[in-house]
């Protein structure tokens, strides 16, 4: 079992627009949900990234556990796993506020510090690698 650390827990309402037509949060918005919680912590822990090099998710998945559904307000709960040479592992979990204790939606994802220019991955730098070293899991 892979050990994984809490590092930021970020609130955020149910939009009328997230349903489809079926009156059920969209599977493409928990995507979304996922990625605004890992860019605020990205920005909380430091994350100022310039033009030439910068994090890229190179996969992302998740499981549908529950329905979500308006109203509401979810809480997306971000982990750290494992920091590599060049990327680091990050898992999901999304509950409803109003029931903190069930998971709706579980999900991960990889993300890969790239050079742009080269278009290929680069040793995360120094500085990176000790903030993701100060939240990850030992």
């Not at 349903?19 to 990205?42: K, P």
């Not at 109203?71 to 999304?94: H, K, L, M, N, Q």
Request: glycine letters at 6%; charged letters at 25%; one cysteine or more.
């Amino acid at each position: 079992m892979e050990t994984k650390k809490l590092v930021h827990s970020s609130r955020m309402a149910i939009r009328w627009g997230d349903m489809d037509a079926l009156g059920h949060v969209n599977n493409t918005v928990y995507f979304r949900y996922m990625e605004q919680a890992r860019i605020e912590w990205l920005h909380l822990i430091g994350g100022t990234f310039d033009s030439q090099q910068g994090p890229v998710l190179i996969n992302a998945q998740c499981s549908f556990l529950r329905q979500l559904k308006y109203p509401g307000d979810i809480e997306v709960r971000s982990y750290i796993g494992a920091v590599g040479r060049s990327s680091f592992e990050t898992t999901y979990e999304i509950c409803r506020v109003d029931a903190p204790d069930a998971v709706f939606a579980e999900g991960s994802a990889k993300i890969v510090w790239v050079d742009f220019k080269l278009e290929k991955s680069v040793p995360l730098p120094d500085d990176v690698r000790q903030l993701l070293n100060n939240y990850s899991a030992e």
